[in-house]
């Protein structure tokens, strides 16, 4: 947080010195003040997320519910916000699971932002749904930078940001993915992650498939069932 204060601070004495009688430093300092406020409300609201599911504070509310619809959700928000990159998403068939949709929803926005922010103008971003005899799966895939395989086991870690010398120009808190294991761990799933550096990046969440709970039986006393 000590960044972003101190961001603020510096632009809060140049608009003191100079910005009252200098409408672009007033401008450019305003523009920039408004985006370190949003960075730090991202970086609090997910400590605040990360805080909370330490203490066991934050609990998935679990019901049946169908992964399509909340991928193609995603896909029509992030078509929004795309800036001249290619959205397309496959599904074969209805998959349904036993999750929270709003944390589902959460859980996608951090791939899908991630997505955007390391493609660049003319790229892919591809959501892809299905499902096998056991698991239901949901992927976000770029054509981006990509990741390299010995970054990989680490991204998941709190503030990691992987090749920050590269990354200065991209926002982001390093939370995001952090927060994406934890969400998926609650639904009894995983993460598993396809990329190489240059080649763009592939995350497919994994979560058991919608099962009908078992109905107990109970014999009573004239033998039949309960």
């Not at 068939?93 to 991630?114: A, F, P, R, T, Y």
């Not at 090749?163 to 952090?178: A, F, M, Q, V, Y």
């Not at 763009?200 to 979560?207: L, V």
Request: with cysteine; aromatic share 8%; hydrophobic share 35%.
């Amino acid at each position: 947080l000590r960044t972003p204060i101190s961001v603020i601070q510096g632009y809060a004495s140049l608009i003191n010195r100079w910005g009252k009688s200098n409408p672009d430093v007033l401008q450019e300092s305003i523009d920039s003040i408004l985006g370190e406020t949003e960075h730090m409300k991202e970086l609090i609201n997910n400590l605040l997320f990360l805080a909370k599911s330490d203490q066991n504070r934050m609990h998935a509310k679990r019901s049946r519910m169908c992964l399509n619809d909340v991928a193609q959700e995603i896909v029509k928000e992030l078509d929004l916000l795309q800036q001249d990159r290619q959205i397309t998403y496959e599904e074969a068939e209805q998959v349904e699971i036993n999750g929270d949709s709003d944390l589902i929803k959460q859980l996608l926005w951090i791939h899908g932002e991630n997505a955007l922010k390391y493609t660049t103008n003319g790229g892919k971003i591809h959501i892809k749904v299905w499902k096998d005899k056991k698991y239901a799966y949901v992927s976000v895939a770029d054509d981006g930078m990509g990741i390299a395989e010995e970054e990989q086991s680490k991204i998941f870690d709190r503030f990691y940001r992987e090749d920050k010398s590269r990354n200065k120009e991209i926002s982001g808190t390093g939370l995001g993915l952090s927060i994406a294991k934890w969400i998926v761990s609650s639904h009894d799933g995983a993460i598993l992650v396809e990329s190489k550096r240059g080649e763009g990046a592939t995350f497919i969440d994994r979560f058991p498939l919608w099962a009908e709970p078992e109905v107990k039986k109970e014999i009573g006393k004239n033998g039949k069932i309960k």
